[in-house]
């Protein structure tokens, strides 16, 4: 059984940085892309980054040169490293495994608040 736990949230002044981890528990044989997606009062869950097992990255446009997802060589655990950030990043970030097999994400995190804010 896989399950992903994110660590590294908080408040941080516009213009900031902050990193945000997701360290996963059980076989990592069994995970292949990974993602991550915050969700914001009032507003739709979106898919912020992700990156394949292969190392393969996908970035929303409104994150694209500011964010950077990347992955372990262990595998068992996916960072975001957040530079420049807005007040409009601020979210509940969520950690998302897609296992082998599957065709969506079907792990998820418990999600960790970041609020950019001065």
């Known amino acids: 059984q896989v399950q992903l736990v994110e660590s590294g949230g908080g408040l941080v002044q516009p213009g900031g940085s902050l990193r945000v981890s997701c360290a996963t528990s059980g076989s990592r044989l069994y995970v292949n892309t990974m993602a991550w997606y915050r969700q914001s009062p009032g507003n739709q869950r979106e898919l912020v980054a992700s990156i394949t097992a292969g190392g393969r990255t996908k970035y929303a446009d409104s994150v694209k040169c500011r964010f950077t997802i990347s992955r372990a060589k262990s595998m068992n655990t996916v960072y975001l490293q957040m530079n420049s950030l807005k007040p409009e990043d601020t979210g509940v970030y969520y950690c998302?495994?897609?296992?082998?097999?599957?065709?969506?994400?079907?792990?998820w995190g418990q999600g960790t608040q970041i609020t950019v804010s001065s």
């Open positions: 998302a495994a897609q296992l082998v097999g599957a065709s969506t994400y079907n792990r």
